[in-house]
């Protein structure tokens, strides 16, 4: 949906060539953090979120609800690409919406969806940056811009700011095989951006940084840098009113579909299902949005006969629709390659429900001993799986179940009480 720019032509140019506002020593418990929405904003039209999106949206909730009095709104705003802060009203109001679109998704009015969108994307137009008068922190939990290493140290000029900022995941840098045509140079250039201005990193897991630390130059070492793992939030997971189920037993896969992903297992694997068992094989349901190159998984969605009524490509759904999709899984599938973090697994385990991924670090270092862990490229072990776990008093599934019992889990509490330490910590740092 295209949007007219709110800014005169000039804003740009403006920000850039403006005096730096001096960047201060402080002290903890004072100063202001800007939280940059940037990501949001740009999602704005979209019916349902991207797990990044669901970060940002979850910063701008709990700082809200920490650092009332501290925090302030900025972003490139998608009218224009310019940037600037945002009034705070504003921002509440669109956050508002914004939860509740992705919670009713699928009931939403296009047309009056798209209205609402243009009146929060006028009501959020960038305004001046003020003199800083006391230490700023500027907090990016996206990695919206990062690649425009020109923009982002404009940016930390005109605020007078140190600079802390969220990595989820270097990917495209260690596998660019799974990456978009471009997205290895882009990522780089993201890194660079970070290896050049950040006080502080905050690592969505210790693969996560292990993997960043071969790609900068000066070391993590050099500035404040600290892991905290993504919590999950407890809906109401029992709720199924007009949430209707796949009759039969189902499995449930959350993920865009790209090819570090690992759809075509899946695919290939419920292919010997139904042949072996017809209508009695278990149902695989495919949550998320269509990504790029997986032409071999959407020739099997479109086109293999023998799929259709077994695996539900359900795309991109409300919140209420996937967390009750979630509920009443038998587990939740988790075969991809790579990942920085893995949030579906903690949802799901936060929720009861087993879930059996890919043997890999990010997926070990937060499930710990509860989930069922098999090698991406093991087919046959996955079908076994798959097959004990579809059976009624599945003694693999009640034994996860009580592993899951004793898990301890990460949560939103926890992660932002490392937040907003490393917040202080880089508040009184010197410059």
């Not at 000029?157 to 989820?168: D, I, M, P, Q, Y």
Request: proline residues 7%.
């Amino acid at each position: 949906m295209p949007l007219r720019p709110f800014i005169a032509p000039g804003a740009r140019v403006a920000l850039r060539s403006k005096r730096a506002s001096p960047l201060f020593h402080g002290q903890r418990g004072e100063g202001e953090v800007i939280l940059d929405i940037s990501r949001l904003l740009s999602r704005a039209a979209h019916p349902a979120p991207t797990g990044i999106d669901r970060v940002e949206y979850i910063y701008a909730r709990e700082l809200l609800e920490r650092l009332p009095d501290r925090l302030s709104f900025a972003a490139v705003h998608p009218a224009g690409g310019y940037y600037g802060r945002l009034n705070g009203v504003a921002v509440r109001q669109f956050l508002a919406f914004t939860a509740a679109k992705w919670r009713n998704a699928d009931a939403a009015n296009m047309q009056e969806s798209r209205a609402a969108v243009i009146r929060h994307m006028f009501a959020t137009r960038p305004r001046p940056v003020p003199k800083a008068t006391s230490p700023r922190v500027y907090l990016q939990a996206s990695p919206h811009h990062l690649d425009d290493q020109e923009k982002v140290g404009a940016i930390l000029r005109a605020e007078g700011a140190k600079f802390v900022t969220l990595v989820h995941d270097v990917i495209p840098l260690s596998h660019p095989e799974f990456a978009r045509p471009d997205g290895a140079a882009e990522h780089l250039r993201r890194v660079r951006t970070i290896d050049r201005f950040a006080a502080g990193i905050i690592g969505n897991s210790q693969a996560t940084l292990d993997a960043l630390a071969p790609h900068l130059h000066r070391s993590l070492d050099e500035r404040v840098v600290r892991v905290a793992h993504f919590g999950a939030d407890a809906p109401d997971l029992f709720v199924t009113r007009d949430n209707p189920m796949p009759e039969r037993p189902y499995f449930v896969y959350i993920s865009t579909i790209e090819p570090r992903k690992n759809h075509l297992l899946l695919l290939n694997i419920w292919r010997r299902l139904v042949e072996q068992y017809g209508d009695t094989a278990p149902q695989l349901v495919l949550i998320g949005r269509r990504g790029w190159e997986n032409e071999n998984v959407i020739d099997m969605l479109e086109r293999a006969e023998a799929l259709r009524g077994h695996v539900i490509e359900a795309g991109e759904v409300s919140d209420d629709r996937m967390h009750a999709l979630i509920a009443h899984a038998r587990a939740m599938l988790m075969p991809s390659f790579a990942e920085g973090f893995g949030m579906p697994v903690v949802e799901a385990l936060s929720a009861g429900v087993p879930v059996i991924c890919s043997d890999i670090g990010a997926h070990r270092e937060v499930g710990g001993d509860a989930p069922d862990y098999i090698d991406p490229l093991d087919g046959l072990g996955w079908m076994k799986e798959i097959l004990a776990y579809s059976r009624p008093d599945s003694p693999e599934r009640i034994a996860q179940i009580a592993r899951i019992a004793d898990w301890r889990g990460p949560n939103w509490r926890d992660y932002f009480d490392i937040v907003t330490d490393m917040i202080e910590e880089v508040t009184v740092s010197v410059p």
